[in-house]
């Protein structure tokens, strides 16, 4: 069969891409169909087809046999980070169902100003008892720098405490229903909404994006005791609990560009500059996102903004070759915050570069992988926001003694 999409305005010569969005053949787990086109794309035409009532349905089942059981206690455990999906999941829950769930936050301790705010508006707005776990700054750098190595992308403490704090949360609090936003059917072609590639379980997350256990990360810097918080619970504890999981994308239709509309307007959500991506809501709570897409460039030809470009071509609202354009000027862009990363490693941008290089697919070691200086400065500081109270305040005269100074 010949191909007969435009492969001209393509972004990665020798890549071949899908041949009706901008999903490139290097993305993990995806599969191209006889007509070259992507499982994202052939999943994104099931949405259209599924009795979305049939699965509300179901939801409303779920979500009342919860109520139904949890006496005193909370309905479910809601695991959100302050994105545009966490007000979306507590409104669903709280406003629509009537559910009491306990919010459980896995801090990665790089949270934006905007990500900082939007966290505690979500909790004032939705009146939710919440739970967080941050870990310490020094394991947190530590970690950094030991997960370019081990897996790629700069993120391996996200990934994993993300699927493990919940968990543990999950077992000691005896909740068991865990409840998600997105479905991994929309974006990632890992699976499709007929079909679904990854059930949730214990295990899911590190099959998904940590990829090594706690116990797999330790080293000559990093000891099993620095690690615990990092531990799943047993799956004799995830049993005797009674442990599981839904994606709320998985039961009603999903749609983020409307759902981020709606949820700025009502709920006072903030989106901001996000490097490698043309949109300002994904991963909005984390300063580092433009690193780890950038490892995901250097290591697969394609960054964030592939994954938004072929979302916005599929629903009508870019051309293939618009979609390219913007993945040319996004994904190959160097982030600011990978000076933040290079400090906190002690790495210099060459060492980066070097793990870089043999983490790139063998497919792609003889292809050139294009990189462009980042045109302006970034509209938010990339780095903690914490980090910048903190000196804020260490900088910032003590006002009782200005006062008493004053006085004298
Ligand atoms: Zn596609």
């Not at 310490?136 to 750098?141: C, D, F, G, P």
């Not at 990092?230 to 995830?238: A, G, R, V, W």
């Not at 749609?255 to 994904?282: C, F, L, N, P, S």
């Not at 994904?331 to 990363?341: G, T, V």
């Amino acid at each position: 069969m010949t191909n007969v999409s435009d492969t001209s305005s393509e972004p990665i010569k020798g890549i071949k891409y899908c041949t009706r969005c901008c999903v490139p053949e290097t993305q993990e787990g995806v599969e191209f169909d006889e007509m070259g086109i992507c499982t994202a794309c052939r999943s994104s035409e099931e949405k259209m087809h599924i009795d979305w009532t049939v699965r509300e349905k179901q939801l409303r089942t779920i979500l009342e046999e919860a109520k139904a059981k949890s006496g005193n206690g909370y309905d479910c455990v809601l695991p959100i980070s302050g994105g545009k999906d966490s007000f979306f999941q507590a409104h669903v829950l709280v406003k629509v169902y009537g559910l009491k769930p306990l919010a459980v936050t896995f801090n990665q301790n790089w949270v934006s100003e905007t990500g900082f705010y939007n966290l505690q508006r979500c909790l004032e707005v939705f009146d939710l008892d919440h739970l967080q776990f941050t870990p310490a700054r020094s394991l947190v750098n530590r970690l950094a720098k030991k997960s370019l190595d081990a897996i790629g992308d700069a993120c391996w403490h996200c990934h994993s405490g993300v699927g493990a704090f919940p968990l543990q949360v999950a077992t000691r609090f005896k909740i068991p229903l865990l409840v998600w936003g997105e479905s991994i059917s929309e974006n990632a072609g890992r699976a499709s909404y007929s079909c679904p590639g990854v059930k949730f379980d214990r295990d899911y997350f590190t099959k998904v994006s940590a990829k090594l256990t706690a116990q797999e990360m330790t080293s000559a810097e990093l000891s099993a005791r620095d690690l615990h918080p990092f531990e799943l619970p047993s799956y004799e504890e995830i049993e005797k609990t009674g442990v599981w999981g839904i994606h709320l994308g998985d039961y009603m239709f999903w749609d983020d560009e409307r759902q981020t509309e709606w949820i700025r307007e009502v709920y006072g959500w903030r989106e901001t500059e996000m490097e490698g991506a043309y949109k300002g809501y994904k991963s909005a709570e984390c300063i580092m996102a433009g690193v780890h897409d950038f490892t995901c460039y250097l290591k697969r030809g394609f960054g964030r903004s592939t994954g938004q470009a072929s979302v916005d071509v599929r629903n009508g609202l870019l051309t293939r070759k618009e979609g390219f354009e913007l993945i040319r000027h996004h994904d190959q862009e160097r982030p600011e915050a990978l000076d933040y990363y290079l400090k906190i490693t002690g790495l210099s941008e060459a060492e980066f570069y070097d793990v870089m290089r043999e983490k790139k697919l063998a497919d792609l070691k003889t292809i050139d992988l294009p990189i462009h200086p980042k045109g302006k400065p970034n509209a938010e500081r990339l780095v903690p926001f914490v980090e910048q109270i903190i000196q804020k305040h260490l900088h910032q005269p003590d006002p009782r003694v200005t006062r008493d100074q004053e006085d004298n």
